[in-house]
């Protein structure tokens, strides 16, 4: 896996008005359940949708990949897209908030991505 993959995602999700994405580069730590996770928030349940399916597509159009599972679409309050080694996790705003996804992988190094 290169980091281009990564990009794909990221602009993806940008594409789509995705606020604060980062990757989390979890490989150092070893036990993790996947090499990567990217994260990004928006502020609508609709918004969360779109994200998620726009990578879903430029993951397939780009990188040949489909996604494996995905949960969370029904509520939208928080879409998780395995890729195996990426995991994409799309959330409402107040929901990322809550969760601090970011702060359970505080050693993780960490990539921001902007427009």
């Given at each position: 896996?290169?980091?281009?993959?990564?990009?794909?995602?990221?602009?993806?999700?940008?594409?789509?008005?995705?606020?604060?994405?980062?990757?989390?580069?979890?490989?150092?730590?070893?036990?993790a359940?996947?090499?990567?996770?990217?994260?990004?928030?928006?502020?609508?349940?609709?918004?969360?949708?779109?994200?998620?399916?726009?990578?879903e597509?430029?993951?397939?159009?780009?990188?040949?990949?489909?996604?494996?599972?995905?949960?969370?679409?029904?509520?939208?309050?928080?879409?998780?897209?395995?890729?195996?080694?990426?995991?994409?996790?799309?959330?409402?705003?107040?929901?990322?908030?809550?969760?601090?996804?970011?702060?359970?992988?505080?050693?993780?190094?960490r990539?921001?991505?902007?427009?």
């Amino acid at each position: 896996m290169d980091n281009s993959t990564l990009k794909v995602i990221a602009d993806a999700m940008l594409d789509k008005k995705a606020q604060d994405v980062i990757s989390l580069d979890l490989r150092p730590i070893g036990t993790a359940i996947s090499d990567y996770f990217i994260v990004c928030n928006s502020d609508s349940a609709p918004a969360v949708v779109a994200i998620a399916d726009n990578v879903e597509e430029k993951m397939i159009e780009k990188c040949g990949r489909k996604v494996i599972r995905t949960q969370g679409k029904e509520n939208a309050f928080w879409v998780i897209l395995d890729y195996g080694e990426i995991v994409v996790h799309v959330f409402q705003t107040p929901y990322r908030s809550f969760y601090r996804l970011e702060d359970l992988w505080a050693d993780a190094d960490r990539t921001v991505y902007e427009e």
